[in-house]
């Protein structure tokens, strides 16, 4: 099995890294942490639509490129890697995949195209706060059509259009389909260490909103996303731990102490060697990740759950000892370590704690293995 890009691929990720190193260069980003309550680039966001990358997974049936998810991920790492301030991993791992996975065909006809054409910008609305996320404690509720409670933080949620929520209903869990912008619908920004990233706080109180996906099953519904999300995520994830690596090895090869440069010393040699394992650990899950998301795998959950703890892993260490290696520079405001340490701490929260996406991984092994002796047993 080949774990590479085919020259295609390559291709196209060569031309996404020389895009966006002209459009969003790090001072784009810088503009936008200057900038307190803007929470995105609106003219990077122009560009990146009319290339048509909210559309390369959607099928063309539904209004996108359907170029694939492999494709995706290749996009996924660049965006990584420039640290693009744009609601795209909201607007399309999170809200798009939800209505591929559990939109009627009449709502993949209505959403779907306005997703790739960039009309709409979509959120995913899940968290109601610090603590683990459990179905029978959803203080948000959906009835007679209307839903009432408050959501946060919602990535994205300060100027996405619309969400997806995860909201208790008659029957259990369930998704719905909220305008943002309609009537009963308030929201608050929230200070976070990652102020690109337009987190919100959504109060709801009454707004209108449809059913996505069959009723209670809204907790199944939001895992599948969610293990999508996480591969898509682990690409992003890869690309700003290679940027750390890259940018603590060419600081320590042109950084001098007592007469050499202080890549010679054991001690940042070792740094390095440790995120370059760590990052190398992660495009090896990441890449099954994306075999398995693209071939919609039987593996899928296994793969996503390991992509998402080594994503999780990886891009903490590469941020965190590309700023040591820098020494004390590293921790000022001058220097662009601390914009990598932001993103990262933000990508291992965004679809939930690496502590949950462990005991994820752990029971997912466990069941696997549970099938495979009662199978051999059966035999």
């Known amino acids: 099995m080949n774990f590479d890009y085919t020259d295609d691929q390559k291709a196209l990720k060569e031309e996404a890294r020389r895009f966006l190193a002209s459009v969003s260069p790090l001072t784009v980003v810088r503009a936008v942490l200057d900038d307190p309550g803007r929470g995105l680039d609106e003219g990077l966001w122009a560009r990146i639509v009319e290339q048509g990358w909210c559309g390369a997974a959607i099928p063309e ?5 359907g170029i ?30 939800a209505l591929l996975v559990a939109g009627s065909e009449d ?30 404690r959803l203080a948000t509720r959906f009835a007679h059509g209307r839903l009432s409670g408050v959501k946060l933080p919602v990535t994205d949620g300060l100027f996405a259009t619309h969400a997806v929520v995860l909201a208790a209903g008659t029957d259990g869990p369930g998704l719905y ?32 909103a449809e059913p996505l996906g069959a009723p209670g099953e809204g907790a199944a519904l939001l895992e599948r ?17 290679d940027r750390c690596l890259e940018m603590a090895r060419d600081y320590a090869l042109e950084r001098y102490a007592f007469g050499r440069p202080i890549g010679g010393y054991q001690a940042i040699k070792h740094k390095l060697a440790d995120v370059f394992v760590a990052n190398e650990v992660l495009r090896a899950n990441a890449y099954y990740g994306a075999w398995a998301l693209s071939t919609d795998a039987a593996e899928l959950p296994v793969a996503a759950a390991a992509a998402r703890v080594a994503a999780c892993n ?32 933000h990508v291992g929260l965004a679809i939930g704690a690496t502590r949950d996406w462990k005991r994820r991984l752990a029971a997912r092994l466990e069941a696997r293995l ?3 002796a009662n199978q051999e047993s059966a035999r």
């Open 370 to 372: 549970a099938a495979e």
């Open 61 to 65: 049936s539904y209004g996108g490129l």
């Open 177 to 208: 389909l909220v305008d943002l912008a309609g009537p009963g619908v308030s929201r608050e920004g929230l200070a976070t260490i990652e102020p690109t990233r337009g987190e919100a706080q959504v109060t709801f109180d009454g707004a209108p």
């Open 225 to 241: 996303i969610h293990d999508r999300a996480a591969i898509l995520l682990a690409f992003e994830a890869l690309g700003g731990a």
């Open 314 to 345: 990886a891009y903490w260490l590469a941020s965190k000892e590309n700023i040591q290696t820098h020494g004390g520079i590293g921790f000022t405001w001058e220097a662009d370590c601390h914009l990598f340490y932001r993103r990262a701490r």
């Open 68 to 97: 694939g998810y492999v494709e995706l991920c290749a996009l996924a790492e660049e965006l990584g890697r420039s640290l693009a301030p744009v609601p795209f991993a909201s607007s399309v791992y999170q809200f798009a995949e």
């Open 107 to 136: 709502q993949k006809q209505a959403w779907l195209p306005r997703v790739a054409a960039g009309e709409v910008v979509g959120a995913l609305a899940f968290s109601e706060g610090a603590g683990v996320l459990r179905g029978d």
